[in-house]
């Protein structure tokens, strides 16, 4: 327990990447286990990571790996805020969310970094964040959903456009607007898009509720 602590002000204070890193990645074990020090240090250790991919010096690999176990480690902050309580108080505030946001859109032009983001991503949705830049970000969710190259892409984002469309609140236009642009995807001009979108729409059928 006592650990926690101790790696979080590494990852604040140390200007060594190889020990960024090595920090980043203890903590990747340590936040998944049932710990007091977790809950208590959740706040700091969010606006650390925060401040670490904003401001990050590193390049190369050792950059993108950096970049890779600081959404591992705000996946999994986040996950367990919710965890604990549906209603409790995020690890980031709202300007630091914005900020995250606008990172993930980002980060989703680097295939690189797909795996974490979206899970990043996912664990954002599932606690129903609310914002305009988070409803842009699902813009371009749906649109990597169709266009994207890589099949396991284009899949998550079907997963996490069709929990957004279901779970999220929003008006009546804005939902015939997103309900209009996946029957349109469906006539996208490469067949692996156009698949997906017929993935997605037949998935969409199965769970809104019929008067939709």
Partial sequence: ????????????????????????????????????????????????????????GSVGDTKNEINQNCFRSLTLLLSISRKNDEDSRSPLNEKQMQALVNLLLAALSDSEQNTATFNLIKSIVSR??????FYDLMEV??????????????????????QFLIEYPMGKQRLEDHLKQCILNMKYEYEEGRLSAIGL????????PSPM
Avoid: W
């Fill in 1 to 56: 327990d006592p650990y926690v602590p101790m790696l979080t002000r590494c990852v604040r204070d140390c200007n060594d990447n190889k020990v960024v890193l090595l920090s980043l990645k203890c903590l990747g074990f340590l936040l998944k286990m049932d710990l007091p020090s977790v809950e208590v240090n959740a706040e700091k250790l969010g606006t650390y990571v925060l401040k670490l991919l904003t401001e990050s």
């Fill in 141 to 162: 969710i749906l649109k990597l959903s169709v266009q994207s190259q890589n099949a396991s892409v284009r899949q998550q984002c079907c997963q996490i456009f069709m």
């Fill in 128 to 133: 129903r964040h609310v914002s305009p830049e």
């Fill in 201 to 208: 729409v037949g998935a969409l059928i199965n769970k809104l």
